[in-house]
């Protein structure tokens, strides 16, 4: 059985018109035509016909050290984390939803086994294991993964202004960034940032608590309410036609020059990337709250739905350091925009957009909409993940409402992207049995990243939801 098996709808068209792509021999995609890439690679044929597929790095590296490519190392992840516990009784003070947990911005790891039998029968396969989804649907602030990267920038950009300024010394605590005159001195520095929608509600929400002036440059895929909410933050949105890099290279040159204004680069931000990493840590702790060991004789399989890369890659950074080649990590794309996959399985990175190989980009999973993978991200991971599979977008709607129906848990689309990782990791017999992991998998854990939903107004979910039941009884 094949990955495009898993797929219920194999051959239909959903709401997006299937392309015939057969690889048009003379486009130059870096020095090779589309038809010689092919031949190199046979499942960029598939790829080009927007068929989910499995894509397994044949290069992995093993364990983290020091990144070779960006010098990063778990010295960094220590740093990042413990400037997150410095500004927690900012962040209790500011966001009052922290207070219980006193200033954390975590979610819980749930265990989801009535999704487990709904999607063995979706699938019609059986999954050995303990079937996880760590809810970061329900992160504090933003209710989205990016509540991870997005606010760590703005806080550690917060806390340069604030020592320059002499706001705060360190040591001292953090909670004084909350007052008047704080807010009178961040009110004259700047932040931008381009995004699809989820970056700039952490940005634009942390942002303006501060009291910086933040404008966010949005895709011509994000919501409105998502632009409703920040403006109503007081955050000035600029809409682009264009896709996500175009509203990335606008922030990019609006930000450019200006000594006041921070750009929060998401397809280089090394702040955002370890932002992300300290997700491994806090995993690491409710694994061993909830008796889960991963160990050699116990595979942890970790599934991550991706965009530019930066969150998917911060923890899959993380938590190669934390537990090496115990912990198998799989990046999820939709497979109208599988960038990442495409810059990886190339090695082109941010060389090689979706649209070199005749792919639209477009997809409900706003979220995932991006086109061209960052580089950063991309050669810094290329040693570590597993990885990375493609989701049809019908699917991400009819697991949405499984999802919804199984659990009485509400996700938004891009976020359902992992969910069929085990499934899809469970049919690579060849990985499997190279890793040995063949006779482990009853002992397995799989743990799909919930990436975001909290904030999706009702009414709008309950479309997605309608969406889901109706794919699922045609
Ligand atoms: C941004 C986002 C992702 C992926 O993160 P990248 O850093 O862009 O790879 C996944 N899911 C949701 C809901 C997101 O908003």
């Known amino acids: 059985m094949t990955h495009s098996k898993n797929s219920k709808n194999n051959g239909k068209t959903d709401d997006l018109q299937l392309q015939d792509n057969t690889c048009p021999p003379l486009e130059l995609v870096c020095g090779a035509t589309l038809a010689e890439w092919c031949r190199r690679l046979p499942l960029l044929v598939d790829l080009m016909a927007y068929k989910p597929l499995t894509w397994i790095n044949p290069n992995p590296g093993g364990s983290a050290g020091k990144s070779a490519v960006s010098g990063l190392t778990g010295r960094d992840i220590d740093a990042a984390e413990a400037r997150l516990e410095r500004f927690r009784p900012f962040i209790a003070a500011a966001f009052p939803e922290t207070r219980p947990a006193g200033g954390l911005i975590e979610s819980p790891l749930l265990p989801i086994p009535r999704m487990r039998a709904a999607l063995e029968d979706h699938c019609g396969l059986l999954i050995p ?41 360190r040591g001292d605590d953090y909670a004084v960034l909350g007052g008047d005159r704080a807010r009178a001195v961040f009110a004259d520095y700047r932040i931008a940032v381009g995004s699809t929608g989820n970056l700039g509600l952490s940005i634009g929400i942390m942002g303006a608590r501060f009291g910086f002036q933040v404008t966010v440059h949005m895709s011509a895929e994000a919501r409105q309410w998502k632009k409703d909410l920040l403006r109503s933050h007081g955050v ?50 409710q694994l061993a709250e909830l008796a889960i060991p991963v160990d050699a004789d116990h595979p942890l399989f970790v599934y991550l739905p991706c965009g530019v890369g930066g969150a998917p890659g911060g923890i899959t950074f993380g938590l190669k350091h934390l537990f090496g080649e115990n912990v198998h990590c799989f990046f999820a794309e939709p497979t109208h925009a599988p960038c990442m996959l495409l810059g990886l399985c190339t090695g082109l990175h941010a060389a090689v957009s979706v649209q070199d190989f005749g792919l639209n980009g477009i997809t409900a999973a706003d979220g995932l909409a991006v086109s061209r993978p960052s580089g950063f991200i991309g050669k810094t991971v290329a040693p570590l993940v597993d990885g990375a599979f493609t989701v049809d977008d019908g699917e991400l709607f009819r697991l949405l409402a499984l999802l919804a129906d199984s659990e009485a848990i509400s996700m938004e689309p891009s976020a359902l992207a992992g969910m069929l990782g085990p499934p899809a990791i469970l049919q690579e017999r060849d990985y499997l049995r190279e890793k040995g992991l063949q006779e482990k998998m009853a002992a397995a854990s799989h743990i799909v990243w919930g990436t975001g939903g909290q904030m999706v107004p009702e009414e709008e979910m309950a479309g997605y939801y309608r969406q889901g039941k109706e794919l699922l009884t045609r």
């Open 236 to 285: 000035l949105v600029v809409e682009h036609p264009g896709d996500y890099s175009s509203a990335v290279a606008e922030g990019r040159r609006q930000a450019a020059g200006d000594q006041r204004c921070h750009f929060v680069d998401d397809e280089n931000s090394v702040d955002l990337f370890l932002g992300y990493a300290v997700a491994a840590r806090r995993l690491q702790r």
């Open 129 to 169: 294991g303990r079937l996880f989804l760590k809810c970061d649907n329900l992160l504090p602030i933003s209710g989205s993964v990016k509540a991870r990267g997005g606010i760590y920038e703005v806080l550690k950009y917060a806390e340069e202004v604030a020592l320059a300024k002499g706001l705060v010394r």
